[in-house]
T-cell receptor, first 112, second 114 residues
Framework: GNSVTQMEGPVTLSEEAFLTINCTYTATGYPSLFWYVQYPGEGLQLLLKATKADDKGSNKGFEATYRKETTSFHLEKGSVQVSDSAVYFCALLYNQGGKLIFGQGTELSVKP | DTAVSQTPKYLVTQMGNDKSIKCEQNLGHDTMYWYKQDSKKFLKIMFSYNNKELIINETVPNRFSPKSPDKAHLNLHINSLELGDSAVYFC?????????????FGQGTRLTVV
């Protein structure tokens, strides 16, 4: 079936460190891929997305590239800030009228 | 203006009770969803409605019944609450382009069954 696997958290980094959160997926066909972010006490917000292979999504300094050959969509940021502390969810959508399938979430904590 | 709003934000209730969570979106979207987030932060879809019609119904106990009086509202009613129902419930909506554009989430309702 279709599924998303993320690296286990929590991830703790110092401010200005480089961030990678791994995400791999299993899907039939050609899904769209997303990263959502959940700040403490809030709902999820779309961070970035990619709808086809080799697309790169980017927003707020975060990037992720849709790699079909490795079925991955790893999230990266060159220099994290304390305000980036949140839970990050990788997700896939495998048909337009369908449903988002989320990974288990990765908690990021950035220390000053 | 809050785009997707849920009430209540917190709900503590005893086992066996019946409770409802309300959701409203002012974005003009046709499709709305309910997601459940468990204690390990894992999110899973429960229901999806498009223009008041049920289109996704995952394997959810019959005690959970969504109701959509109009396309701006999707309420979740839960009968005979059980301890295992304790979770955060998120309502969401998506525009006509579907989830390929963006899903907008409410702030969540933390349900605690004691």
């Amino acid at each position: 079936g279709n599924s998303v696997t993320q690296m286990e958290g929590p991830v703790t980094l110092s401010e200005e460190a480089f961030l990678t959160i791994n995400c791999t997926y299993t899907a039939t066909g050609y899904p769209s891929l997303f990263w959502y972010v959940q700040y403490p006490g809030e709902g999820l917000q779309l961070l970035l997305k990619a709808t086809k292979a080799d697309d790169k999504g980017s927003n707020k300094g975060f990037e992720a590239t849709y790699r079909k050959e490795t079925t991955s969509f790893h999230l990266e940021k060159g220099s994290v800030q304390v305000s980036d502390s949140a839970v990050y969810f990788c997700a896939l959508l495998y048909n337009q009228g369908g449903k988002l399938i989320f990974g288990q979430g990765t908690e990021l904590s950035v220390k000053p | 203006d809050t785009a997707v709003s849920q009430t209540p934000k917190y709900l503590v209730t005893q086992m066996g009770n019946d409770k409802s969570i309300k959701c409203e979106q002012n974005l003009g979207h046709d499709t709305m969803y309910w997601y459940k987030q468990d204690s390990k932060k894992f999110l899973k879809i429960m229901f999806s409605y498009n223009n008041k019609e049920l289109i996704i119904n995952e394997t959810v106990p019959n005690r959970f019944s969504p109701k959509s009086p109009d396309k701006a509202h999707l309420n979740l009613h839960i009968n005979s609450l059980e301890l295992g129902d304790s979770a955060v419930y998120f309502c969401a909506s998506s525009p006509p382009g579907g989830l390929n554009t963006e899903a907008f989430f409410g702030q969540g309702t933390r349900l605690t069954v004691v």
